[in-house]
T-cell receptor, first 115, second 114 residues
Framework: AQSVTQLDSHVSVSEGTPVLLRCNYS??????LFWYVQHPNKGLQLLLK??????LVKGINGFEAEFKKSETSFHLTKPSAHMSDAAEYFC?????????????FGRGTSLIVHP | DTGVSQDPRHKITKRGQNVTFRCDPI?????LYWYRQTLGQGPEFLTY????????KSRLLSDRFSAERPKGSFSTLEIQRTEQGDSAMYLC????????????FGPGTRLTVL
């Protein structure tokens, strides 16, 4: 069975400082991993994805994530936060268990950016 | 705009009424997923279709919920005898066939049961 844990429900940073959103996963197979962002009253948007290619994945808006199998982690980072980054972020694991892709979402991390 | 549309965007109903939501996925995507998202939570999987076949259903999907995808195009999600606990955002997504199941989400239908 697959699962995902987002280690922080809220992360607060100042504009211009680095962002770290933490995600640990569990999977019996070789998983695909994703980060999605949800701005208030907007739909879910894919930030980046890992699908067994390069372990360091670059996404949109300057975000990156590194797949670390030994640590079962897929943390999301950004060197410098912008006010527009304030949103809810979801880590997602999806493997081919039982012949179906059934994504499992984390509970979300709310990113707060202070001026 | 992801290319996935949902209708209606908002629905307010009284407890005990039936409601139906519609999702139009990206036309060339064969699979279609339904999720439910409550406040402060991530989306939870409800069910998914491969063309017109419903292949998986979550234990979250009680007997009051039914989903269809006639002809493998649009899909409907019906909730019968709604309860206040059904209040949530209902999301539809259609994934790429390859690339690890990257999902394209619709804007959602927000259901409020009074």
């Amino acid at each position: 069975a697959q699962s995902v844990t987002q280690l922080d429900s809220h992360v607060s940073v100042s504009e211009g400082t680095p962002v770290l959103l933490r995600c640990n996963y569990s999977s019996s197979y070789s998983p695909s991993l994703f980060w999605y962002v949800q701005h208030p009253n907007k739909g879910l948007q894919l930030l980046l994805k890992y699908t067994s290619a390069a372990t360091l994945v670059k996404g949109i808006n300057g975000f990156e994530a590194e797949f670390k199998k030994s640590e079962t982690s897929f943390h999301l980072t950004k060197p410098s936060a912008h006010m527009s980054d304030a949103a809810e972020y979801f880590c997602v694991v999806s493997d081919f268990e039982g012949g179906s892709y059934i994504p499992t979402f984390g509970r979300g991390t709310s990113l707060i950016v202070h001026p | 705009d992801t290319g996935v549309s949902q209708d209606p965007r908002h629905k307010i109903t009284k407890r005990g009424q039936n409601v139906t939501f519609r999702c139009d996925p990206i036309s060339e995507h064969n699979r279609l997923y339904w999720y439910r998202q409550t406040l402060g939570q991530g989306p939870e999987f409800l069910t998914y279709f491969q063309n017109e076949a419903q292949l998986e259903k979550s234990r979250l999907l009680s007997d009051r919920f039914s989903a269809e995808r006639p002809k493998g195009s649009f899909s409907t999600l019906e909730i019968q005898r709604t309860e206040q606990g059904d209040s949530a955002m209902y999301l539809c997504a259609s994934p790429r066939e390859l690339e690890g199941n990257e999902q394209f989400f619709g804007p959602g239908t927000r259901l409020t049961v009074l």
